[in-house]
């Protein structure tokens, strides 16, 4: 399916779910594996993600120099799986996991190897299974974006969405077993 980023008029109501962390607490690995935010993940981006208030979540990353793209600077493409993984957070606070169907990054300013970028996210809205969201990131002043990113999530059933795909995971012993208690 080929899509645009719009968000539809006629949104659901929506409640921070009573299990989503609390204000200010790092929020739980999705997958200790993630290339985004896994601590297992040796190559991966390290993301530290923090609930904000209401539908809202923050994250700093330190842009280490396997990151390089250009000369001195982040790779687009790094960029764009951080908005991923941070932004892939927000439906965590209204409770459903979901994947993302939609992603887009719109680059404003280089982003030098050595910075740490800090991101806010927030979410747009919810139609069914869809939910909108929107991130920004900075290097200290969030008036001073140097990127910023789009993404439409949907939910899914863990357990069927995975289920043909468990055994190419490290962990793949451990989702087993995960999966299969009721
Ligand atoms: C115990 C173990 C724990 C493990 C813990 C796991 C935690 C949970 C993982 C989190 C992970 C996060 C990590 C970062 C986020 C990724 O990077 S996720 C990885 C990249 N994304 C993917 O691989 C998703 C690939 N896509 C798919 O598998 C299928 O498209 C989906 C998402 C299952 C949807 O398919 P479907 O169920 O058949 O649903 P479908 O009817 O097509 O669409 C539903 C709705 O979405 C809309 N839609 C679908 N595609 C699009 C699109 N591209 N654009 C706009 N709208 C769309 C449809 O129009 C429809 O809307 P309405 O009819 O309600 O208006």
């Known amino acids: 399916m080929k899509s645009s980023f719009v968000v539809p008029a006629d949104l659901d109501a929506v409640q921070r779910h009573p299990k989503a962390a609390k204000v200010g607490e790092r929020m739980r690995m999705h997958n200790p594996l993630c290339y985004g935010c896994g601590e297992e993940s040796a190559e991966g981006l390290h ?3 923090f609930a ?10 330190d842009v280490a120099a396997r990151f390089e793209g250009g000369p001195g ?6 960029l764009s799986t951080a908005f991923d993984d941070v932004m892939g957070m927000i439906p965590l606070l209204i409770g459903p996991s979901a994947v993302t169907v939609h992603l887009e990054v719109d680059y404003q300013r280089p982003i030098p190897i050595g910075s740490q970028l800090q991101f806010t996210a927030k979410l747009l809205g919810r139609q069914r299974r869809k939910i909108y969201a929107e991130g920004i990131a900075h290097l200290g002043d969030p008036d001073e974006p140097v990127a910023t990113g789009h993404a439409i999530f949907v939910t899914i059933d863990v357990r069927e969405h995975f289920a043909d795909h468990l055994a190419n995971s490290r962990l793949a012993d451990e989702y087993k077993a995960r999966m299969s208690r009721p």
Do not use: N, W, Y
């Not at 600077?73 to 790094?78: A, K, M, P």
């Open 47 to 49: 993301l530290q993600m």
């Open 52 to 61: 904000g208030e209401d539908f809202e979540v923050t994250a700093t990353m």
């Open 73 to 78: 600077v982040i790779h687009g493409g790094v």
